[in-house]
């Protein structure tokens, strides 16, 4: 029985080794350069890891009628990150956040 148990315990850790993770990184409108750069960074490691990234742009008070502010700060992302990772999901409105889907480009052999 200990056997049995110990290969059942090894099947569940291998399966969890492939599972994707989605890394979540929030960002506002008004989110300076500097700022925003160091999120990319962040963002380009988690890619470079194999990790899903959702850039997540939330807006308080009145800052949804600056929707200019948020589409460049979401298409530096996406330029920026344009040699690690591509576009899964277009960035769209989900309430008071606009999201984001990045997913790591496949290396190559």
Known sequence: YGKFK????????????????????????????????????????????????????MF????????????QNLLAFIDQLADVGLVERTPHREGRRMILLLTPKKKTP
Do not use: C, W
């Open 6 to 57: 110990y290969r059942l315990a090894k099947r569940s850790r291998k399966s969890k080794s492939h599972e994707v993770k989605i890394k979540e990184i929030r960002i506002r409108p008004k989110t300076d350069a500097h700022d925003r750069d160091t999120k990319i960074r962040q963002a380009r490691g988690f890619l470079e890891a194999g990790d899903k990234v959702s850039v997540n742009l």
């Open 60 to 71: 308080k008070g009145r800052e949804l009628a600056h929707m200019d502010f948020a589409q």
